[in-house]
């Protein structure tokens, strides 16, 4: 059974700096992607960014590249969303995902809440 929880939300005010963390656990897979996602309030659940845990390779959103860095923590099992310069559009629920490579999300956490003031 595979199980990912997150931590790291808050609020904080804009410019500021936030690191969000998520830790798989019950994995018995090696070749898989850690995925970012975000839902704002009233929004599509949309893409922040992925990492690939065997070649530690990212992608990212367009919108936070730049900002953001998806990184992980092998002793630990932890992927890490290193947040910077927050913008007040960046307030949302942050949710991170598991998929085999090739695969779907199929695993989620239960999300950890971003709130950017101005």
């Known amino acids: 059974q595979v199980q990912l929880v997150e931590s790291g939300g808050g609020l904080v005010q804009a410019g500021d700096s936030l690191r969000l963390s998520c830790t798989v656990l019950?994995?018995?897979?090696?070749?898989?992607?850690v995925g970012w996602f975000r839902r704002g309030s009233g929004k599509e659940r949309e893409f922040v960014g992925r990492?690939?845990?065997?070649?530690?390779?990212?992608n990212y959103a367009d919108f936070v590249k730049g900002r953001f860095t998806i990184s992980k923590d092998n002793a630990r099992n932890t992927v890490y969303l290193q947040m910077n310069d927050l913008k007040t559009e960046d307030t949302a629920l942050y949710y991170c995902?598991?998929?085999?490579?090739?695969?779907?999300?199929?695993?989620w956490g239960q999300g950890t809440q971003v709130t950017v003031s101005s």
């Open positions: 990492l690939r845990w065997d070649t530690e390779s990212t």
């Open positions: 019950g994995s018995a897979f090696t070749e898989y992607f």
């Open positions: 995902a598991a998929a085999e490579t090739g695969g779907q999300y199929l695993w």
